[in-house]
């Protein structure tokens, strides 16, 4: 069902049509996709079939947050908050609502996140999905919001709260008011946790800067698809202020998880099965037997 859900979606966007005007036929311009990692070619559909894994070498494509509810939320289950909210320019920042506008229409969202509730394998949840698509994930004061909102959301009905975290970090046009959604967040964690109930982050590529460094690190779980980016500063400037050379593969989920700041790499094909299982094994008042 998931996959079907994952097709029909990516149905409604396509790119377009490339044109020969000297041959009969002309062919969709996303018909075949190139891995990044291993360079193998794929038809598009055996990617979206794989759940945007690519076969060969298990590269995790990034994907869309309405994608993400496809494959992880029961069918008809979702039902979406806050999607009125809306960005303001505080900052007078140059043509920043006409970019906010043109990723909107590009994503069908209203922001960088997608936030509402809806059940995984038959278990209630609140969750919130980050799209990198949409200004690359970047967590501006309306990301904040939407956010907090949900956690406590997810409070008030005594529910788990999962967010999966793609992010590039504070959102630079908003200056400190982006800033503040770090501490804004992680209050509304705090409140959560207060009550005895489950938080679980789930990091995908990537996930840094001021996401990282707030509620995406704090998971009572802190779960990540293999291979992602994951870190506060980025490389070269780390290895500019420490003078030294890094390992290849620092910041990668694996290497945190080999140095203790993941709890666990969890496979996309996996992900649903697992957060059912760990949501099910913490659920307030012990495990129905129904």
């Not at 995790?60 to 496809?70: D, F, N, P």
């Not at 996140?113 to 209630?124: A, H, N, R, S």
């Amino acid at each position: 069902m998931a996959i079907k859900s994952l097709l029909s979606i990516n149905k409604k966007k396509q790119k377009g049509v490339i044109v020969d005007r000297n041959k009969e036929n002309s062919f969709p311009a996303d018909l075949m996709t190139k891995c990044p990692e291993c360079k193998k070619i794929y038809l598009t559909k055996e990617l979206e079939h794989n759940l945007k894994v690519c076969p060969n070498c298990d590269y995790h494509y990034k994907m869309t947050a309405w994608e993400r509810v496809s494959i992880f939320i029961d069918e008809g289950t979702f039902e979406a908050f806050d999607d009125n909210i809306r960005t303001s320019n505080p900052l007078k920042f140059p043509s920043y609502l006409e970019k906010i506008e043109i990723d909107s229409q590009k994503t069908g969202l209203n922001e960088a996140v997608l936030t509402g509730k809806g059940k995984v394998k038959g278990e209630q949840v609140v969750v919130a999905i980050m799209d990198s698509h949409f200004r690359m994930g970047s967590m501006g004061s309306v990301v904040g919001e939407k956010i907090t909102r949900a956690i406590e959301k997810a409070t008030e009905l005594q529910v788990p709260f999962i967010i999966f975290t793609a992010s590039g970090g504070a959102r630079m046009q908003e200056g400190v008011l982006s800033l503040m959604q770090m501490a804004k967040t992680s209050v509304a964690l705090k409140r959560h946790s207060d009550q005895g109930l489950l938080f679980i982050s789930v990091m995908t590529h990537p996930t840094t800067g001021g996401v990282s460094a707030s509620f995406a690190s704090v998971g009572d779980l802190n779960i990540a698809e293999p291979q992602a980016l994951i870190g506060f500063a980025g490389r070269r400037v780390i290895e500019q202020t420490v003078r030294e050379k890094l390992p290849d593969d620092f910041q990668t989920a694996e290497f945190l998880l080999a140095h203790g700041q993941l709890d666990a790499i969890f496979h996309r094909k996996e992900m649903r099965d697992k957060l059912a299982t760990v949501v099910r094994l913490h659920r307030k008042g012990g495990i129905s037997h129904v």
